[in-house]
Nanobody, 123 residues
Framework: QVQLVESGGGLVQAGGSLRVSCAAS????????MAWFRQAPGKTREFVSG????????YYRNSVKGRFTISKDNAKNTVYLQMNSLKPEDTAVYYC????????????????WGQGTQVTVSS
């Protein structure tokens, strides 16, 4: 099993920045990629950004390119999502996910999930 523990998030005004973190533990040898998803009220969970386990390759949904940066601290097995120039439409619960494919963008392609952390952007 792989355990994912998220931290960070909170309330910020539009244009501000936040960083969320996801620490992975347990049987991380089975993990090939990690990702951040988000889910706003009444909407389906959507892919935000992904990174391979080595931290050498990243990818983003179009609406966050240039504003969000995903990174990984390999020594800590922790993935970060730095979110800048936040917009009210970024408001959602952000979930960390881990799986066996680093280019996966669908929730069902991930085996392990964190508990989620709320990000609220006020206008």
């Amino acid at each position: 099993q792989v355990q994912l523990v998220e931290s960070g998030g909170g309330l910020v005004q539009a244009g501000g920045s936040l960083r969320v973190s996801c620490a992975a533990s347990g049987r991380t040898s089975v993990v090939y990629g990690m990702a951040w998803f988000r889910q706003a009220p009444g909407k389906t969970r959507e892919f935000v950004s992904g990174i391979n386990w080595r931290g050498s390759n990243t990818y983003y949904r179009n609406s966050v390119k240039g504003r969000f940066t995903i990174s990984k601290d390999n020594a800590k097995n922790t993935v970060y999502l730095q979110m800048n120039s936040l917009k009210p439409e970024d408001t959602a619960v952000y979930y960390c996910a881990a799986g066996q494919s680093w280019e996966a963008i669908m929730p069902y392609q991930y085996n392990y999930w964190g508990q989620g952390t709320q990000v609220t952007v006020s206008s």
